[in-house]
């Protein structure tokens, strides 16, 4: 990497199991100015309970990817993932110079294996990658969220579009937001 570069990748995964328990996982890396680092971690939400958080900087590979799974492993936090897609990946989209993001798993079966215990539910991942810091892209919010039928068969992934990044999130300003279905994105 050329001296000054900047690159920061990070994974966002989750899991949703049948008794309402939200698992989510991050995977990042960060090269900037001779400094290479990942970090990833896991948090536990259920209801009625604090979120329980464990996190590790002891570098680990990212996610791995095929059509048919998503895989992810960190004996640090002693935790696996398997993600079964029910529908095909969301391929890399430029979302601004220098901004990249995909889903692999927009909808899929998701096992989280976390220490002695084993979440079993709905799932999601996505990366995006950065090649500019994220502070020259004049974004002040960023707002995102997805949807997944109980049977994996269909989902929805909102995020604004960023075609214009110098004019994205200006305070009290909306854009028109894209819809990726698992299918196709489209506008509303």
């Known amino acids: 990497m050329a001296p000054g570069s900047f690159a920061f990748s990070k994974w966002y995964i989750d899991c949703l199991d049948r008794d309402g328990r939200l698992v989510i996982l991050y995977w990042t890396s960060l090269e900037w100015k001779g400094v290479r680092l990942t970090w990833h971690s896991v948090s536990v939400h259920a209801a009625g309970a604090p979120a329980k958080t464990t996190s590790s900087v002891v570098a680990t590979a990212p996610p791995s ?4 799974s998503v895989t992810w492993e960190s004996t ?11 529908v095909r990946a969301i391929p890399p989209q430029q979302l601004a110079d220098g901004v990249t993001w995909s ?3 927009p909808a899929a ?3 989280v294996k976390l220490g002695d ?5 709905t799932g999601y991942a996505e990366l995006i990658q950065l090649r500019v810091p994220p502070w020259k892209l004049g974004i002040s919010a960023l707002r995102w969220g997805r949807w997944i039928s109980d049977d994996v068969s269909r989902s929805m992934v909102w995020r ?6 110098q004019h994205f999130g200006r305070p009290g300003e909306f854009l028109p937001e894209r819809w990726s279905t698992g299918h196709d994105a489209v506008q509303p």
């Open 65 to 68: 990817c095929t059509p048919s």
């Open 76 to 86: 640090r936090l002693r935790c696996a993932v398997t993600l079964s897609p029910g």
């Open 103 to 105: 889903c692999a798993a």
């Open 109 to 111: 079966r998701a096992v």
């Open 117 to 121: 215990t084993t979440f079993t539910g």
């Open 160 to 165: 604004p579009a960023m075609q214009d990044a």
